[in-house]
């Protein structure tokens, strides 16, 4: 099955400055790759996704990129706020429309 | 999201007892999800249903089973309650690409 691997577990970044985490993947054949956030005792919500025909993906202060071949994609939130700390999960999706998490980071946004 | 809704929201329980957690879903959607959240582990998929006749396992089924009794209704037991089963609890729907979470039930097993 698919195996989801995420880098860093925790980040930490001044106000204003860029934050990077990133996903592999195991699975080739995955085409689909939702990044969610999780505020302190909330429920995971989307943010941001891709699907597998598109390189990147802009919304705001929030990017993400896919590399195919490499079996990668990143997320990029820029001019970070302290509305940002938060845990980030990245997933993929399977041809059996199963989701596979990443283990998460935990991003503290220093003001 | 109130569109996917989970009971209880707090459990403790003791080893050995049956529990059952429960969710309801307004969204119409046929794929619901079971998953655990540990820390450090992210999120893992335990049972999972594309419609009210086909239950899948997950990577970690064993020690639960579900029940999918309507679309909006999919329940989750453990039948013998463990202590390593103490973890959050999500249930999940999904259109063919987002995922919706419930808010999410607390187990403590002891």
């Known amino acids: 099955g698919e195996n989801v691997e995420q880098h860093p577990s925790t980040l930490s970044v001044q106000e204003g400055d860029s934050a990077v985490i990133k996903c592999t993947y195991s699975d080739s054949a995955s085409n689909y790759f939702p990044w969610y956030k999780q505020e302190l005792g909330k429920r995971p919500q989307l943010i941001i996704d891709?699907?597998?025909?598109?390189g990147e993906k802009k919304d705001q202060r929030i990017a993400v990129t896919l590399n195919k071949t490499a079996k990668h994609f990143s997320l990029h939130i820029t001019e970070t706020q302290p509305e940002d700390s938060a845990v980030y999960f990245c997933?993929?999706?399977?041809?059996?429309?199963?989701?596979?998490f990443g283990t998460g980071t935990s991003l503290t946004v220093i003001p | 999201d109130a569109d996917v809704t989970q009971t209880p929201r707090n459990r403790i329980t003791k080893t050995g007892k049956r529990i059952m957690l429960e969710c309801s879903q307004t969204k119409g959607h046929d794929r619901m999800y079971w998953y655990r959240q540990d820390p450090g582990l992210g999120l893992r998929l335990i049972y999972y249903?594309?419609?009210?006749?086909?239950?899948n396992k997950g990577e970690i089924s064993d020690g639960y089973s579900v029940s999918r009794q309507a679309q909006a209704k999919f329940s989750l037991s453990l039948e013998s309650a463990i202590p390593n089963q103490t973890a959050l609890y999500f249930c999940?729907?999904?259109?063919?690409?987002?995922?919706?979470f419930g808010p999410g039930t607390r187990l403590t097993v002891l």
């Open positions: 249903s594309f419609d009210v006749k086909d239950i």
């Open positions: 997933a993929a999706r399977d041809t059996g429309n199963q989701f596979y």
């Open positions: 999940a729907t999904s259109s063919p690409n987002e995922q919706f």
């Open positions: 891709i699907r597998s025909n598109v």
